[in-house]
């Protein structure tokens, strides 16, 4: 049950009762109902859409994790734990390969999975741990997240020679997972020793507007040995899983419960995601994301359509509403300003 808090806290339920972010968030997790809906941008904007803000009138001054509260959406940060080295090499080109064989991979390990003394896993554990006592008090939501085992490979073999991989060189795929498996359940005790984020991601970007990339043949021989491997360890710190793929991932999301995972994100509309329907088939799912974020350039007419048809399943329980993906440059300050308004309306009628 939420705790009474003074008025300077935080918002007034209807009910007279006060919630903090981190509660909030919860409530909603677990299918329970909140004063209100969270307010927040789970992968706030592209860099050329805050360039225009500033040049719109945006203060530059305002932090760049600060410019969420500014606009009057809840406080959320991410830490994406690294698993390479910061003088990793770089590909020769944009999905470019790394390594291509067992041997390669042997060589290149120097520069993978850091240990905590490693300068960039330090750098992130003092954001954990600066952010801790506001996290305490229930006014920072925080998360934090891994490469996984379709997007870590991927880095590795790059981009083609990845989807080949899975014939080519099973072998090393499953060494580079079963590594990496390793590696971030090695390193929990100490993201838990700072603090108990509100959830985790597992980054994949896995499926694209027609669906999957790869089949649940090979979703079940390649990935699923790995989720099994690190999901009940992330989940004995009572810890919520949610899998990170772009495109529709709709047939993807049983495959997805059967390795414990509990939800997904961003459920991008522009590739045919129906998060209706996907609430149907999956009642007990768990969803952020869905807001199609093409109709933000539109305007208020637009976006309220948007909300509309999310109405419901923001009504279900087990569903954050937010942009279905970075917000993009062509977004003008005026109209964030509205979507954010309307989110923050949609967000308390959903309880009601």
């Known amino acids: 049950m939420p705790r ?7 918002e007034k339920g209807s009910d007279g009762w006060h919630m903090t972010n981190v509660e909030r968030f919860r409530a909603v997790m677990n299918f329970e109902k909140p004063d209100r809906l969270p307010v927040i941008e789970w992968a706030s904007w592209w860099g050329d859409t805050v360039t225009r803000w500033y040049n719109e009138g945006l203060d530059k001054t ?8 500014h606009f009057g959406l809840d406080y959320i940060q991410r830490v994406w734990m690294p698993v390479v080295t910061p003088d990793c090499p770089k590909p020769a080109f944009h999905g470019g390969p790394l390594i291509s064989s067992e041997e390669e991979y042997d060589s290149f390990k120097r520069y993978l999975y850091p240990d905590p003394s490693c300068e960039n896993v330090r750098r992130k554990m003092d954001v954990l741990a600066s952010l801790a006592e506001e996290h305490e008090r229930g006014d920072a939501l925080l998360w934090y997240s891994f490469d ?21 060189e099973p072998e090393l795929y499953h060494r580079i997972c079963s590594d990496l498996a390793e590696y971030i359940v090695s390193r929990l005790p100490d993201i838990y020793a700072h ?14 507007n027609n669906g999957p990339m790869i089949s649940e043949e090979l979703f079940d021989e390649f990935l699923l040995p790995y989720y099994n491997r690190i999901i009940p360890e992330i989940k004995k710190y009572g810890t919520r899983v949610i899998v990170d793929t772009d495109g529709d991932v709709s047939m993807m999301i049983p495959w997805l419960k059967r390795a414990g995972v509990d939800g997904v994100l961003p459920l991008e509309r522009q590739a045919g995601v129906d998060l209706v329907r996907l609430r149907r088939e999956h009642p007990d799912f768990l969803f952020i994301g869905g807001f199609d974020k093409m109709t933000m350039p539109k305007g208020e007419s637009a976006m309220r ?16 509403p937010s942009c279905d993906h970075q917000t993009p440059p062509g977004v003008s300050l005026e109209n964030y300003r509205t979507y954010v308004r309307l989110l923050r309306e949609y967000a308390e009628k959903a309880v009601k």
């Open 305 to 320: 359509a948007e909300f509309e048809r999310l109405y419901p399943v923001m009504r279900s329980g087990g569903f954050i």
């Open 4 to 10: 009474r808090r003074n008025a300077a806290d935080g």
């Open 195 to 208: 603090v108990k984020p509100d959830f985790m991601v597992i980054s994949e970007d896995m499926s694209y």
């Open 62 to 69: 305002i932090p760049w994790d600060r410019i969420q509260t």
């Open 148 to 168: 996984g085992f379709f997007w870590f490979p991927r880095t590795l073999l790059g981009i083609e020679d990845h989807l080949y991989s899975f014939y080519d």
